[in-house]
Structures are given as C-alpha cells and as structure tokens.
C-alpha cells in the first residue's frame, strides 16, 4: 500500500477520536467519516509500518445507526467526534468503550458495565465555551482549533453550547468590526464563557499574556453587547502559549462570578473554574450516589475543584475534608460552603493531591474516612495517591472519571490491593463527542473492612421523561445493586 492509492473496505470499529477501524489485508486503516457496518472508498494519505490512514472519498454501504450531523462545521472543528452516529447508538457505544478498556486494560473482564445514562436533549448542553483567538490575519478570528491540529476553524454559532453562548459567538464576531470589540479582542489569545443553567447569568474572560489595557478599556462597552452578562474578567499569566486561562485573574467590568444552583446546593464560579460542564449530568450523578447517605459518613474528596462533590456530601450532613491544587478553586470552594451555611462540614486544603497524602493530617484524615472520592484529571491518579487509599485501608472508593483508559489503570492497580469493584456506571456528560464520565464504587476486601455490606443502591428510579422523538434514545434507565461497605 502507497500513499495515494484508492482503497474499498469495510470498518468494524470506532475510535474515541472518531476514527473508523477498518483493514486491508493484514493493514489497519483508520479513517475519519465512516461508521461500523459501512464500507467506503479512500484515499490512503500515509503509512506506517502497522497502519495506515485515510480520508474519506465515498461511502458504499451505509449503518443503520448513521445520522446527519447538525453542525456545519463537524469534521472540521475538533470539538465533536460522533455527530454521525445517532444517539441511542452514542449511548450503547459508551458503555462498550468503558467495558473494553476495563478488561484490556484492568483485567476486569468479569465486571458488569450498566447502560449509559443520557441526556433528555443531547445538544445545547455545555455551560462553558473556549474560543481560540487567531491573529494570523488581519483581523482576527475566533473558533475552535481543528482536530487534532491548532490551527482555528472560524465559527459563527456552536449548537452544543447553550445557546445564550452560542450566540455570543456571532456577537463577537460582530463586535470585532468595531472598535470596542477590536479592542477587547487585540490582545487576547483565547474567550473563556462560562453560564449558569438556573439563572442565566453569564461571565466572561479575555485570556491574555499579560495584563491588558486595551481589554480593560474595552470591557464595559462588550460587557453591554452580551445579553445576560454580568462580568468581564482578564485571565494572564498563562503557563504555556496554547493554555486556556491564565494563573492570574482581574475583573474588569461588573463581577468575575456567576451563581448556580444544582440539587438546591448553591455554586458560585468563574468562568476559569474546575466545573462540570454539564448540570443535568451532574444532578443524576447525585440522584444515584445520594442512596450512599443512610447516616452521615466521613469523606475525602480528592481533585475537589470549587467544592462541587463535597457539598453535595456536606449537605447530607457528612464530614468532607476537599483537597484542591488550584488556589482559586480552594477559594472559591470556601466561598461556596459559606454560601450554603456548611462550612462546619466542610474542610479544604490547597496543595497537589499527590504531596497531600504523604502529609500527617490528611494521613490521619484517611484513616479515619469511610469514603474517598476521586474526579481525576483526564491523566488519573498517581500511583502514590492510590498507595495512601490502599495503605489507610479506606473502606470504600467512589471513583468519577472522564477517560476509560487511565480508570481502567487505576482500576488495576486498585484491586490488587484488595478493592472489589461495586457498580460500574457510565454517565453521557458530553453527548456527541468520544468522551465518557464513568462513576465506579469499590469497596475493601481486607481489614477493617470485613464486615456486613449494606446494598444501599439497590433498586430504581423512574425513568427519565425522555422527548417523543425518534433521533434520542426511549430506553429505561437501569440502575444496579450497589455495595457500600461499611467499616
């Protein structure tokens, strides 16, 4: 096989890239476009020595589970990967990507993986939006970087956004043939936008290298142009050319923070902040683990961001000790358990999780925990954290995470030291694209832990109220027996 050749094949897989698996004799293929159970014609346009890659000339043989994409700028922006495969099938797709990467990866092959948990509407969801500013021609553009490139697809609307910010985006992009809004985007790198579902108030920040003068004389005049805005902020100091914000942050116009509410808890973030982008998702991670709470527990929540988990946990009269490496998260985690009048609940400390659990006082508070909660980064945790959960015996591990490889890893590492894995729950945080929110419970086998297990999860809800529509999936939700093991 050249580059070059026209190849027909049919595909068997997909990737969470969004690239079809497909082969050529003894050669994989990878190919953006197609779907399983179609075949196509391609352009083979490199090789390497176990695969190649193609670009999709003509599909041949359609799936049944094909939809059409409704963004015109699906497969060029990176944003979605699986705008083409109808929703239900999305839904079912996930869940398999969590089963395979636990049994190839974690050597979980035995472990029941339940149905995806969806959204009533899977588009128009997220709550926050990072736009790219490119200052590579003369005016600049904004948009959102190419797949698998940094260069800028310039956009007018996005549809996966809520659409206040959606419409944002052609505002801007109006704005900057003005001066105000030449100014606000003269020295900016990126547009962080970020709203709250319960009250429709939104912030902004311009994201820049350093401090701007021009932004800040701008801000007032583009604070006026966007409907629902109640801020405009500078984030600068960035640790790298390509970050999204800065490590510094000023208000430049109205205030930096927006409120939220999701299950009666108050949130108040910045558009920077660690913050699931997805409320629905979030009340329905909370629906299941609130069966956890039969009486008050003691919690460590790792990765705490502002506190999202751990008022949850407070607010069912738990004791949670939050551990956060960003500094104005911390801040902003304090200023929501005040907001909510928990702050008897509620402890938060500052520092990089995985120095913390080498320290006496959250040593002690893992010895003393009957849960640890975990929402890693997408890269997971490291080997040292998982060691001081093993090593403190704490009876049962909650743990959220957004990628099935490095969960699965982790997984590994975590039941050979003695865990059981509970309930393996996928949750569909962000519809249309490859990405996977997997809740996972465990509990101790060893220790302490050996006593009576309470099946406080067992049952469930009624199912969700889906739209009388054929493009979303009209499936029960099922939820699964769930161990708590109490110490």
């Given at each position: 096989?050249?580059?070059?050749?026209?190849?027909?094949?049919?595909?068997?897989?997909?990737?969470?890239?969004?690239?079809?698996?497909?082969?050529?004799?003894?050669?994989?293929?990878?190919?953006?476009?197609?779907?399983?159970?179609?075949?196509?014609?391609?352009?083979?346009?490199?090789?390497?020595?176990?695969?190649?890659?193609?670009?999709?000339?003509?599909?041949?043989?359609?799936?049944?589970?094909?939809?059409?994409?409704?963004?015109?700028?699906?497969?060029?922006?990176?944003?979605?990967?699986i705008q083409h495969l109808a929703y239900p099938e999305q839904l079912r797709w996930k869940a398999d990507m969590v089963r395979s990467a636990l049994a190839r990866i974690g050597g979980l092959s035995d472990v029941r993986v339940h149905p995806t948990v969806a959204m009533l509407n899977p588009r128009a969801y997220r709550n926050k939006m990072s736009l790219v500013v490119d200052h590579r021609y003369t005016t600049p553009?904004?948009?959102?970087?190419?797949?698998?490139?940094?260069?800028?697809?310039?956009?007018?609307?996005?549809?996966?956004?809520?659409?206040?910010?959606?419409?944002?985006?052609?505002?801007?992009?109006?704005?900057?043939?003005?001066?105000?809004?030449?100014?606000?985007?003269?020295?900016?790198?990126?547009?962080?936008?970020?709203?709250?579902?319960?009250?429709?108030?939104?912030?902004?920040?311009?994201?820049?290298?350093?401090?701007?003068?021009?932004?800040?004389?701008?801000?007032?005049?583009?604070?006026?142009?966007?409907?629902?805005?109640?801020?405009?902020?500078?984030?600068?100091?960035?640790?790298?050319?390509?970050?999204?914000?800065?490590?510094?942050?000023?208000?430049?116009?109205?205030?930096?923070?927006?409120?939220?509410?999701?299950?009666?808890?108050?949130?108040?973030?910045?558009?920077?902040?660690?913050?699931?982008?997805?409320?629905?998702?979030?009340?329905?991670?909370?629906?299941?683990?609130?069966?956890?709470?039969?009486?008050?527990?003691?919690?460590?929540?790792?990765?705490?961001?502002?506190?999202?988990?751990?008022?949850?946990?407070?607010?069912?009269?738990?004791?949670?000790?939050?551990?956060?490496?960003?500094?104005?998260?911390?801040?902003?985690?304090?200023?929501?358990?005040?907001?909510?009048?928990?702050?008897?609940?509620?402890?938060?400390?500052?520092?990089?999780?995985?120095?913390?659990?080498?320290?006496?006082?959250?040593?002690?508070?893992?010895?003393?925990?009957?849960?640890?909660?975990?929402?890693?980064?997408?890269?997971?945790?490291?080997?040292?954290?998982?060691?001081?959960?093993?090593?403190?015996?704490?009876?049962?591990?909650?743990?959220?995470?957004?990628?099935?490889?490095?969960?699965?890893?982790?997984?590994?590492?975590?039941?050979?030291?003695?865990?059981?894995?509970?309930?393996?729950?996928?949750?569909?945080?962000?519809p249309q694209t490859g990405h996977v929110e997997t809740l996972v419970t465990l509990y101790s086998e060893t220790g302490a832990a050996r006593s009576t297990v309470e099946a406080a999860f067992a049952g469930e809800p009624p199912p969700a109220a889906w739209p009388a529509d054929d493009r979303y999936a009209n499936d029960r939700l099922e939820y699964p027996d769930f161990v708590f093991r109490e110490d």
């Open positions: 096989m050249r580059v070059g050749d026209e190849v027909e094949l049919s595909f068997t897989d997909l990737l969470a890239n969004g690239q079809a698996v497909g082969r050529v004799g003894g050669l994989v293929v990878f190919c953006f476009g197609p779907l399983p159970e179609e075949r196509a014609r391609v352009a083979i346009e490199s090789v390497k020595p176990k695969y190649a890659v193609g670009k999709l000339l003509r599909l041949l043989e359609g799936s049944p589970h094909r939809a059409q994409p409704f963004c015109e700028a699906f497969g060029a922006c990176g944003g979605c990967q553009t904004i948009g959102f970087y190419q797949a698998r490139s940094h260069d800028v697809v310039p956009i007018e609307r996005c549809p996966i956004v809520a659409p206040q910010l959606s419409e944002y985006i052609g505002r801007l992009n109006l704005a900057r043939m003005n001066a105000a809004g030449a100014g606000a985007l003269q020295d900016a790198r990126h547009v962080v936008a970020r709203i709250a579902q319960r009250t429709g108030e939104a912030v902004v920040t311009l994201t820049t290298l350093q401090p701007s003068q021009a932004a800040a004389d701008a801000a007032p005049t583009l604070l006026r142009a966007l409907p629902g805005a109640v801020g405009i902020t500078n984030s600068f100091d960035p640790s790298s050319a390509n970050a999204i914000v800065g490590h510094s942050q000023r208000v430049l116009a109205g205030r930096g923070a927006i409120d939220e509410s999701i299950a009666g808890i108050r949130y108040r973030v910045s558009a920077g902040s660690f913050f699931q982008v997805n409320v629905e998702i979030v009340e329905r991670i909370f629906a299941l683990l609130e069966r956890g709470f039969a009486r008050p527990r003691k919690i460590v929540d790792l990765y705490c961001g502002v506190g999202t988990f751990s008022l949850f946990f407070a607010r069912h009269g738990s004791e949670v000790l939050g551990i956060e490496e960003n500094a104005q998260a911390v801040a902003e985690a304090e200023v929501n358990a005040r907001l909510n009048a928990l702050e008897g609940g509620t402890r938060f400390l500052n520092a990089r999780v995985e120095d913390a659990v080498g320290t006496d006082v959250v040593r002690a508070a893992l010895d003393a925990a009957q849960i640890v909660f975990l929402d890693p980064p997408r890269k997971g945790s490291e080997a040292v954290v998982l060691a001081a959960i093993a090593s403190a015996q704490v009876p049962n591990v909650w743990y959220l995470s957004c990628d099935p490889a490095t969960l699965a890893r982790d997984l590994k590492v975590l039941t050979g030291a003695g865990y059981r894995v509970g309930l393996v729950q996928p949750f569909d945080m962000f």
